[in-house]
């Protein structure tokens, strides 16, 4: 018993001693509003993969997947309830996680290494954050860019910049970035594998610096000062092996974001099928691609013709439905064109900018001056068959009628071939782009390439052109400003 009385004390004076530590550190954790359970301090060679990652996650989820139906490349397939997104009804929950995940983990994580005392650290993540600044305004309009990440100042509602003003200040952050990634101090810290884009090759990351820079000047219309960069022997994106972007691993965390917004629905497969849209157009230019892009349906017989579906239209379409169609879900979204393993894959990497979008704008450059643009088109058509492995372009850039074409008539080619070459890739890029091109008399896409859903929110062949804003922000920021799908940006014709 004796025994007993004393364990029974020692574990009471224990616990009490316990309850006693835990107040005390409570206390203290409450006084410093800090978390104990997170490092105060972190270098700059932890902070710069997590917030490469972040911005991987960011345009390959959300933005791209808005991005797969709106250039038209993707739609609901059998058994899928069609998105409000498919019918150009965005409602602010839509785009919450790509807006928050942007400000919140990558620009917070980019915004740390802006005020290290690594010089070529800072660097990256300016020409990063120049990157996903013009990614947000291009997709929402005016953005919070000055006031943004002032959290620690007391800037809690950030007052918003216009697109004009964002893209104002994006050149001069970019050379700000391309300046500090060629510090030549001793003793400054250099990137080796902790950057998950280029591995510490600074080369490749002026190169990226310059290519991004020359997005900002044509997506702005500065044509002379675009001209003047290209030609000026400054290095680009030339190559597949200098594309920016982020590769991911075949593991249940670390997968290609878009890949897993499918995989998480078990059992149903990937339940998106290939548009009429994009079909149609490869096979109208008997585009070889066409079967890298996309695998033959198995239905009604294996290897059968490639066939889409008119976006948003397969349950309203009487054409897709019983008795037409039948079988399981499955079964029927075997009957169509699905995105093959090049492009749709746990593995594939999320794509910020590539060697053919760098030649497409390198050739635009001139086009746009008048000066003749015919090998650069070509570099970039050639860069898109060798991605996929479709072999020479040689004969297929024959029929195209590019070289001694018009100015217009070269711009409308362009648009086509590069949309064609973003095809499961870079669908929010994409789908910029194609507002872009798509001007008054040259309604390329709305007036030919499109189709319209027979429920479009909008009226019959009336298209989105903006995102909308978030929830959270609308509802935490007065400064918000009011947005509309209809709402275009300063450079949107």
Not at 3 to 31: E, F, G, P, R, Y
Not at 467 to 488: G, H, I
């Amino acid at each position: 018993m004796k025994n007993k009385l004393n364990m029974l004390n020692k574990m009471k004076w224990l616990l009490t001693c316990a309850v006693l530590i835990v107040a005390t550190s409570c206390k203290k954790a409450l006084d410093i509003n800090t978390d104990p359970n997170k490092a105060l301090n972190a270098t700059p060679q932890l902070v710069l993969p997590a917030a490469q990652v972040e911005l991987g996650l960011t345009i390959g989820n959300t933005f791209d997947f808005v991005g797969s139906m709106w250039a038209q490349y993707w739609t609901g397939g059998h058994g899928v309830s069609t998105s409000l997104l498919e019918y150009y009804t965005m409602q602010s929950v839509d785009v919450e996680s790509g807006w928050t995940r942007a400000y919140a983990r990558a620009m917070k994580d980019f915004n740390y290494l802006t005020k290290s005392e690594e010089p070529i650290y800072s660097g990256i993540a300016k020409i990063c954050s120049a990157y996903e600044f013009q990614m947000l305004t291009d997709l929402f309009g005016d953005i919070p860019m000055a006031d943004a990440m002032k959290g620690d100042e007391g800037v809690f509602t950030p007052t918003f910049n216009t697109t004009q003003e964002v893209y104002d200040a994006l050149i001069p952050l970019i050379d700000e970035g391309i300046t500090e990634v060629q510090s030549t101090d001793p003793g400054i810290a250099t990137p080796g594998a902790d950057d998950l884009m280029y591995g510490g090759d600074l080369d490749k990351w002026i190169a990226f610096a310059n290519t991004l820079k020359l997005k900002v000047l044509i997506r702005r219309g500065d044509y002379a000062a675009a001209k003047t960069l290209v030609q000026s022997g400054v290095p680009f994106i030339d190559a597949e092996t200098d594309n920016a972007q982020i590769s991911w691993a075949e593991t249940s965390q670390n997968t290609n974001p878009i890949w897993a917004r499918f995989q998480a629905r078990t059992g149903i497969e990937m339940y998106y099928v290939a548009t009429t849209t994009i079909i149609d157009k490869l096979e109208a230019l008997s585009d070889p691609r066409i079967d890298f892009l996309f695998k033959k349906p198995s239905k009604p017989a294996a290897n059968s013709p490639h066939k889409g579906v008119i976006a948003g239209d397969v349950n309203t379409d009487p054409q897709y439905l019983p008795p037409n169609y039948s079988g399981t879900d499955v079964e029927r979204r075997a009957n169509f064109s699905q995105p093959s393993a090049l492009v749709f894959g746990p593995t594939i990497p999320t794509y910020f900018m590539t060697a053919w979008e760098s030649k497409f704008l390198q050739a635009e450059a001139l086009i746009r001056n008048g000066d003749n643009a015919d090998a650069l088109f070509e570099e970039a058509v050639q860069l898109s068959f060798d991605h996929l492995g479709a072999g020479s372009a040689t004969a297929y850039l024959a029929t195209l009628g590019f070289s001694g074409s018009s100015m217009d008539d070269q711009l409308d080619i362009l648009a086509i071939q590069k949309w064609i070459s973003m095809t499961s890739s870079q669908m929010a890029e994409s789908w910029l782009e194609t507002l872009r091109f798509n001007r008054p008399g040259h309604e390329i896409f709305t007036s030919g390439t499109y189709t319209s859903p027979s429920l479009n929110s909008l009226g019959a062949f009336k298209f989105p052109t903006s995102f909308v804003y978030p929830t959270q922000e609308v509802a935490l920021n007065s400064n918000t400003p009011s947005r509309t799908v209809t709402d275009k940006r300063f450079w949107d014709n």
